[in-house]
């Protein structure tokens, strides 16, 4: 059963780029949430996407934005890289519908590690 | 608004010890609390989570938890700590909205390095 896997693991842009990361969700699971984890810190939530649509957003600038395929993977995309922006990026898949947090549980792969320079 | 603390930002101990790792919370509503570990180079490994009943929580690898609501808090505990525990800690809690809110607020981790 494959858990959670994102592409690239790593990458280096420069400022003023645009990235795009992607996800695969865990084989069932319909909904994609993506973290940022800075160095040294815990992970803050970007957003949520469940049939295709944004669900929530945490305290994020536009430049972030996300798309969710009709196959459940997602793609988050980043524009005008700023330096703050490095981070490792984490994508975590679950389950839509369920009584949260009784059955479900946030599955996250092992990230896009972002370097801009 | 929620917010995590977690109190050590590191933890050192010797193999067999016992550990416990702080977390308090804050939050005007109901919650659920989390515990994630974090290998070097992976993702998140949920540890144990509360969401309601009894408070104290059995998760893998031989953690536990209490919940304490009138202290706000969520420390982790277990009594014989491995080399292989050596990782990064993060405690996290949702508003425990019904439906699917998985939105997590973390803290900032606790860093659990095991000495021989």
């Known amino acids: 059963d494959a858990g959670v896997t994102q592409s690239p693991t790593h990458l280096i842009k420069t400022r003023g780029q645009q990235v795009t990361l992607r996800c695969s969700p865990k084989s069932g699971h319909d909904t994609v949430s993506w973290y940022q984890q800075a160095l040294g810190q815990g992970p803050q939530f970007i957003f949520q996407y469940y049939e295709e649509e944004e669900r929530q957003r945490g305290n994020f600038p536009d430049r972030f934005s996300g798309h969710q395929f009709p196959n459940y993977s997602s793609e988050l995309n980043v524009n005008a890289l700023l330096l703050g922006d490095s981070a490792l990026y984490l994508c975590?898949?679950?389950?839509?519908?369920?009584?949260?947090?009784?059955?479900?549980?946030?599955?996250f792969g092992e990230g896009s590690r972002l370097t801009v320079l | 608004a929620q917010s995590v603390t977690q109190l050590d930002s590191q933890v050192p101990v010797f193999e067999e010890a016992p550990v416990e790792l702080r977390c308090n919370y804050s939050s005007s509503v109901s919650v659920y609390l989390f515990w994630y570990v974090q290998y070097p180079n992976q993702g998140l490994q949920l540890l144990l989570k509360?969401?309601?009943?009894?408070?104290l929580v059995k998760g893998i690898n031989g953690f536990e938890a209490e919940f304490n609501k009138s202290q706000t808090s969520f420390h982790l505990r277990k009594p014989s700590v491995h080399i292989s525990d050596t990782a990064e800690y993060f405690c996290?809690?949702?508003?425990?909205?019904?439906?699917?809110?998985?939105?997590?607020?973390f803290g900032k981790g606790t860093l659990l390095t095991v000495n021989p």
């Open positions: 975590a898949s679950s389950l839509w519908g369920y009584y949260f947090p009784n059955t479900g549980e946030l599955f």
């Open positions: 509360y969401l309601s009943g009894s408070t």
């Open positions: 996290a809690v949702s508003d425990g909205s019904g439906g699917s809110n998985y939105k997590l607020t």
